[in-house]
Nanobody, 121 residues
């Protein structure tokens, strides 16, 4: 059973940076072979996709974060990252990582528990 554990969240002032990590376990090749995604959910809002990375390393971003966030992965360590720069208050949310076995056009099969990111002005 794949498990995903996020870390790296916290409180930061607007304009600051954070790097989120998502450690996969239970299957050595989770990050290498699956589509990995970052989602977020702000209070009172629906969950939204933030970024994705395919098994081959192709990336996609939501318009709201493109140019500020970078998704990456370390296949050897089975870790997914999200580097977040130029943070603003609208980035405040719980951030989740997820893995989609069949690829990035399919629903995610596994989810982490989330990590809180709070950006203050």
């Amino acid at each position: 059973q794949v498990q995903l554990v996020e870390s790296g969240g916290g409180s930061v002032q607007a304009g600051g940076s954070l790097r989120l990590s998502c450690q996969a376990s239970g299957y050595t090749y989770t990050v290498r072979r699956y589509c990995m995604r970052w989602f977020r959910q702000a209070p009172g809002k629906e969950r939204e996709g933030v970024a994705s990375i395919t098994s081959g390393g192709a990336t996609k971003y939501a318009d709201s974060v493109r140019g500020r966030f970078t998704i990456s992965k370390d296949n050897a360590k089975n870790i997914l990252y999200l580097q977040m720069n130029s943070l603003n208050t609208e980035d405040t949310a719980i951030y989740y990582c997820a893995a989609a076995v069949a690829g990035c056009t399919y629903t995610s099969n596994y989810w982490g528990q989330g990590t809180q990111v709070t950006v203050s002005s």
